[in-house]
């Protein structure tokens, strides 16, 4: 094989290999594309799901955050009713307790009233001896009636005329006046047994409290009508406080 042979050989091989490197260069090249352009695509797929859940858990704290807003002034509006409807209820009862605190004006029909008391309060207790407490500017008129009203508890009950102490040294608190603080009473009187276990409270200001505790539900339903499917009705006008 002469020189010429020789080199022709040589360049065929040398042909033969860059041809070859340069195949497996490209078919390198096209796998490396093909895998950057899967780990691209499981990038940007990761991403749009980090950004995704992302956005889901925004709108989520953004619906609970407005769901606890609602609730906040739910609430605030429902106070706000029903301290309106506490005002509302204690004013009527401050007007109920001035109007009660006139009855003692008129000694003649108070006299009588208080008479009743007596005469419910010894039906009540049916005890041979009673004592009874009242305000002080009622000392005269209890004295006045307690005689008379032992009597015909007799003779409603059927007993003997009990034996009935008025206390003459202490006495129940006086009458509601401007300016004035500490316990008050509208009016009545307070009986107990001899032994002071059992007592009848039979004053206005128990009376009135008792008949406001058992009355409320109707003055409620009156005042601010019965609720149908919500938690609130529309709030009626408060009074004038005039």
């Known amino acids: 094989m002469n020189e ?40 940007v797929d990761a991403e749009k799901k980090k950004i995704r859940a992302d956005y889901d858990r925004k709108e ?20 706000r009713y029903l301290h309106a409807q506490d005002d509302l209820l204690r004013r009527m009862r401050d007007a109920a ?16 009233f208080l008479e009743a008391l007596i005469i419910q309060g010894l039906l009540r207790l049916r005890e041979p001896s009673v004592q009874i407490r009242c305000r002080k ?17 007799a003779n409603k009950a ?11 040294k202490v006495f129940l608190p006086g009458p509601p006046q401007p300016g004035q603080y500490g316990s008050t009473c509208l009016g009545g009187l307070v009986l107990a047994t001899k032994d002071g276990q059992i007592v009848l409270d039979n004053t206005l200001d128990a009376r009135i409290q008792i008949v406001f505790k ?21 709030e009626p006008p408060l009074p004038s406080s005039s």
């Open 97 to 112: 307790e001035r109007q009660l605190a006139t009855i003692s004006n008129q000694q003649g029909p108070y006299a009588k």
């Open 214 to 234: 058992q009355q409320l539900p109707e003055i409620r339903k009156r005042l601010f009508g019965v609720r149908k499917g919500g938690p609130f009705v529309v």
């Open 4 to 43: 010429a042979e020789v080199n022709k050989q040589i360049q065929q091989m040398v042909h033969f290999i860059r041809q070859e490197a340069e195949e497996k260069a490209n078919e390198i090249a096209v796998s490396t594309e093909e895998e950057f352009n899967i780990d691209k695509l499981q990038m």
């Open 137 to 153: 500017d009622d000392l005269h008129l209890v004295q006045a009636v307690i005689q008379s009203a032992c009597e015909i508890y």
């Open 158 to 168: 059927t007993v003997e005329v009990p034996k009935v102490i008025v206390d003459d």
């Open 60 to 79: 989520r704290l953004v619906t609970l955050r407005k769901k606890i807003e609602n609730s906040t002034q739910l609430n605030a509006q429902r106070l």
